[in-house]
T-cell receptor, first 113, second 114 residues
Framework: KQEVTQIPAALSVPEGENLVLNCSFT??????LQWFRQDPGKGLTSLLL?????REQTSGRLNASLDKSSGRSTLYIAASQPGDSATYLC????????????FGRGTSLIVHP | ETGVTQTPRHLVMGMTNKKSLKCEQH?????MYWYKQSAKKPLELMFV???????ENNSVPSRFSPECPNSSHLFLHLHTLQPEDSALYLC?????????????FGEGSRLTVL
């Protein structure tokens, strides 16, 4: 059974820092890995999707990498801003035809001015 | 705007009421999901539908009854709920594997059971 772990569970940093959020998974037979952002009381917003054949994806100040062999993905946030404060979740979709992703518990990020 | 719309956004109901949550997507997706998110708890998968057929029921109590009349609409019918069912209910949809399999979420329906 796939297990997804996100470290750290919570992070508080001053504005301007570069951040690394980690996501690890136990089964490397994945179809894709997706990073989401969730603001309090809201739905999940897709940030980046990495297909299993890809190594990284970039969008603005965000960069996500994938290393299937080691079961790891990192989300890099450059020059953090208070507006980046949210919970960040990663989800892994398995290969083999299942439509059911496995989610991590998330990293709660606070960026203070 | 993710393309997945949930209504109502907020719902307060008594334990004897019957109400429904609605989810709609016009993204051409074939898979639709209901998730429950309680305070301080991780996302909890409830149901999955693929091309209108239920493919997953994650041991959800029968007081939650899903309905998927077509690939664009998903309902969650609620009956005789308990206060512990108060949570944020999230709908999601995804493309099939001929595409990327990317998952899109609605804004959620915040349910309070009195």
């Amino acid at each position: 059974k796939q297990e997804v772990t996100q470290i750290p569970a919570a992070l508080s940093v001053p504005e301007g820092e570069n951040l690394v959020l980690n996501c690890s998974f136990t089964d490397s037979a994945i179809y894709n890995l997706q990073w989401f952002r969730q603001d309090p009381g809201k739905g999940l917003t897709s940030l980046l999707l990495i297909q299993s054949s890809q190594r990284e994806q970039t969008s603005g100040r965000l960069n996500a990498s994938l290393d299937k062999s080691s079961g790891r993905s990192t989300l890099y946030i450059a020059a953090s801003q208070p507006g980046d404060s949210a919970t960040y979740l990663c989800a892994v979709l398995p290969s083999g035809g299942s439509y059911i992703p496995t989610f991590g518990r998330g990293t709660s990020l606070i960026v203070h001015p | 705007e993710t393309g997945v719309t949930q209504t109502p956004r907020h719902l307060v109901m008594g334990m004897t009421n019957k109400k429904s949550l609605k989810c709609e997507q016009h993204l051409g997706h074939n898979a639709m999901y209901w998730y429950k998110q309680s305070a301080k708890k991780p996302l909890e998968l409830m149901f999955v539908y693929n091309f209108k057929e239920q493919t997953e029921n994650n041991s959800v109590p029968s007081r939650f009854s899903p309905e998927c009349p077509n690939s664009s609409h998903l309902f969650l019918h609620l009956h005789t709920l308990q206060p512990e069912d108060s949570a944020l209910y999230l709908c999601a949809s995804s493309k099939d594997r001929a595409n990327t399999g990317e998952l899109f979420f609605g804004e959620g329906s915040r349910l309070t059971v009195l």
